[in-house]
């Protein structure tokens, strides 16, 4: 009994290992999606090494000449940029991703509710400022970065 089903089912495996998938032409299914920012290029030509955005706030260390800074820097990648923060000897790094809305990134920062604070966004084609990140002290001694929003680009095919 167990050979009879051993001959009935291993040519029907046989084939179906070696059974060629159809391509995406076909069936009308584009292989890449439509996205609407595709004049922008991936990296950019030229990288400025000094910030495009800097946030300065002096601390009230009587003894020292302490700041809370946050500074924005260009990289290769046209929609990633390195955010240096520091608050008196403290410092942190992070690397700032904004979403590709089919124009060029125009970062932005703004003082935040907190005395030590400041919040990293992006102006919108509207000139709009947008929260996407804050970063603050908290309790006097500890430097964070939350994020605050996130923001997607979501696009679809016109039939």
């Known amino acids: 009994m167990k050979t009879k089903l ?3 089912v291993l040519p029907f495996t046989f084939l179906a290992c070696h059974s060629k998938v ?3 032409s076909d069936s009308g299914v584009r292989s890449k999606p439509a996205y609407p920012s595709e004049n922008i290029p991936e990296n ?3 990288v ?3 910030p495009i955005a800097e946030f300065k706030v002096k601390t009230d ?3 020292n000449d302490f700041y809370f800074t946050v500074k924005l820097f260009e990289t290769n990648k046209t929609f990633e940029y390195l955010l240096k923060f520091q608050f008196e000897e403290v410092r942190g790094e992070d690397t700032i991703r904004y979403p590709n809305f089919g124009m060029y990134p125009k970062p932005g920062l703004q003082k935040g509710e907190e005395k030590y604070s400041c919040v990293i966004g992006f102006y919108d084609q509207d000139n709009n400022f947008r929260n996407y990140k804050k970063v603050f002290v908290k309790d006097g001694k ?3 970065l939350v994020t605050l929003n996130r923001y997607s680009i979501v696009t ?3 039939k």
Do not use: I, M, Q
């Open 142 to 144: 500890v430097l964070k």
């Open 6 to 8: 051993l001959y009935f």
């Open 61 to 63: 260390d009587p003894l």
């Open 48 to 50: 400025k090494a000094d």
């Open 156 to 158: 679809e095919e016109v």
């Open 22 to 24: 159809s391509s995406n």
């Open 44 to 46: 950019r030509k030229e």
